[in-house]
């Protein structure tokens, strides 16, 4: 594979979701790929210059908010976000070419992964021991190498990431194992801050919103802001920015796209009514979806009342 | 007194509250000043062009708004609010030069100011009657012309404002001898559209909101406009727009100017979300009250928020 | 007709609006009914005992809320509404039997039916003469009695409503001939305070909320204890409660019944936050609308919701 | 130390905060402690009845909630919070009895305390290295045991929790050497669901709302039932309930007991709008706090309305 000279960080090891999230990015797909062992190492290659962007986890449908994350983009210096990517979590029982799966004694995995795929596990294979890996991709690589658990007997078979199976050379012996068949995981991509692309109708923006001081209405001051200018929230995480319990704010999504008048005047309302804002970027949607626009919210809408505004003032 | 080419219009006849409003804004002071016989005559003037300004009572702290002055800025033809002044309802006993307390048999006031001063003349003339005219002035002009009431006795005293004892030589035998020492009367002068004077740190505005049908939370709605800018609503009527049960409009007054950039950003609100707004004008408050401005809502909140969007849309 | 001896008073004279009003009330239909001269004067003889009930004008489409109703409602001793009638503005041009439209000539009727006809009238009959009278059944009598106008001449034609001409044994030359086909007078039978009849599935219930102090958004706080509940307005009206410029309370209509679980914690919520609420009553809905109850709050939601409360307090 | 016979749960291992926290607990610190490895394990053992109740952190002024924690009470079978206690994140440097600060050369500790202590030691002991154990009690242990580092070298050193001093019977070098000073660990005292100890007029609230669907305007709708009653929020997290990203839940936590009248009406309303409400419990607040009950918000305003309605529906 020929690679691009820029270069891309990533919450590794190799051919695990993350990457497999990342080469799902068209910025990122053609470019260098370095694996970074935590969300802060990955994250601080961006910070330093060292890479482009980076690919982390930001949340999982199953395990929420990935803090780890969710804290780079509070603390620190001002970052962006300047894509996502959602990922189906699909566990794969994977094994070296000519093992059958009614010869499967010794699996191994990560333990996330051990727990999403148990039920699978005592039902189809009964007798078969679990044991568990700092990743699903060691795990594959272990079954690939053959390599000895514990009792130095050899692995027959890893539960790992679709994309570990095509990278190591093993099989599929079963597909889709975990319990949660509607589980994903939202990836973004993070780089230093940056004007946002333009609009294409399916955006979402991400910002987080300081909260004054702990005054109990604060949460719903912020609602209203966005409430009022008929902006929908798809997210909203409470983290503490460090500075002694209740100091709080809030990780929030939205649909539109700072360039849209109803999401502009939202974020300005945000800006008064906040000790401080931290815009992370407007980008398409994962999902594509385009969701309706509320009466009188259109930026067709915002132009003439602004117009009127205007003629009455004289 | 000499009398400026510039002819304003007020609700006659001469001598009532109407005319002494008039005589307390400065722009009509030194003016000529016409008697209509009701506030559709006096804004009909405006409308044709006879006259340049109607000053007409508004709201009223006992009976409320005037419904035919409201009536008249919400149909029809587009008006202003150029000016208010409220005028304490001081309703005085007058009578001829010479005339005792002691010896006053027989009142004549009309019925509302009759309501209002109804203890007091129980109290302090138990045994005068009082008979009902067609205006407080009218009162005056009886007494000052001993005019005969209806068994053709001549009156002996009036209630009436104290303009109409001024105007007609008569003397006050009681000062304030209504019932609501702190009831006041909110008088405007309705103009032709025009922009608005400059703020002075102490505005009212007022316009008329049209809701877009008869859905349950409008009203809610429209106040949410209000709130979210912290701009305080000083009085809210509702009104039939005269198109079936049910159909409403709202005629709201509010604290600030349409300059200030609270003010302009809810009035967009409210034009997006209403099916139609009618802006009466921004004018100085007859208080003088300067009502302190919500944390993040001041006109260089607004301008620092609109610099940082501008930044981040780059 | 048989009359009963219950008494009740409605806004006079005879074979107006209000008596066809009173006359589609089951509860009045058949007992003695005696016309006042004014609302005060009908509602009176209510609070002294004389009468049963007061069928009185409250709301009109055309001309908004009847402010000598409300403030009866609002001030003095308490009242209660037992039942509302909407009856269609219906103006009827009648005449002598025997009179030929095109012979009209000479037309009598009150101030605001002429205004409600004029460009009928105008159209139809465009060199006929309308002169105004104190009602429009006094103006049909004196086209029955053939009354002369102001020069003498005899009245050719009436326009009333359609009771006064069967009352007063006139003939309709038109039917209908306002301008407003939809305008709707909305009556209500005033009683003594009372508990209300059971829910029908299809209720209002009035009551008015004096506001603690002047603070800006008590409005606000107001209807959000209806919405947080699920309560629908139907009406509100602002008006000075008689303590100086800026005291108001709220006369508020809205769907439901005192007995619905939903209602009655509105209520609780709008007597903890309010100076003071004055109920007026729960009655049946003149329309017959039985609207749709949001989720959540129907009487069996709230049931179950004090349910599990109540096991959870142990 | 004589030892109940009552056994609690908590989270291992001995001598970390966890246990200083339990403690603290009056209903805790005289019976039987046995650590755990896991909060999910310390919280199985009550849900098998192996033990009475578990002492886990909730919630952590740097780190935020403890997911783990967050997760076991959304999750699964029902819980309750009986108490809480507020620890300040106090982490002290140890050694030997007999050691000298100037002689500090290897430190032991758990990552989180080696970076909450990093700026502390740089700068007093500028060549001294850390190394990271698995636990800070761990590390308290090496340095009593004198355990050897993975060169072989013995520790001079811990950075522990001031509990694994005593315990392990290490002298304090210096004290309170974290960055925050005014970090606070949250501990939570779970147990099976339970009626909840009488009001003590400073307490909260904690109970888990599940959105009846992913609709945008859920949150704001939960926000007003609190609002709408005076109910004041200390803390909300939204969590995945675990079936689909964007299926959401949040863990709130508010002043006031379930027994006060307003903090059941504010429940009621969640119950009704929410797909579920689990009600963790209602304690006494660990900092002691009696906040200030918002006007018409008391229980005797509640009884007062509630008596009226009674009285209204006869």
Redesign the interface.
Known sequence: MVVGTTRYAYLGPEATFTEAAALRLPAVAGERLDPHPTVHAAIAAVRTGEATGAVVPL??????SV?ATL?ELIRGEALAISAEV?LPVTFVLMARPGTDLGSVRRIVTHPVAEAQCRTWVSTKLPDAVVELGSSTAAAAVAVAESAPGADGHPYDAAIAAPLAGERYGLDTLAHDIGE?A???T?FVLVSPPR??TAPTGSDKTSLVAYI?DDH??A??EI???F???GV?????????T???????CFAIDFEGH??DARV??A???L???CADVR?LGSYPRADGVRPPIR???SNA??R???A??EQ???
């Open positions: 949340e999982n449908s199953v395990e929420g803090n804290d959602l949660d509607e589980a994903l939202r004007t946002p004054r109990p209405g949460l719903l609602l209203e802001q409430a009022t200018r929908n929230l798809t997210r909203i995480e409470s983290r503490p460090g500075n002694g319990m209740g100091r709080y700072v360039a502009g005047e974020m300005m309302g800006r008064r009514v815009f009466q009188g919210t809408d915002f003439d009342a602004a009127w505004l009455l003032r004289g």
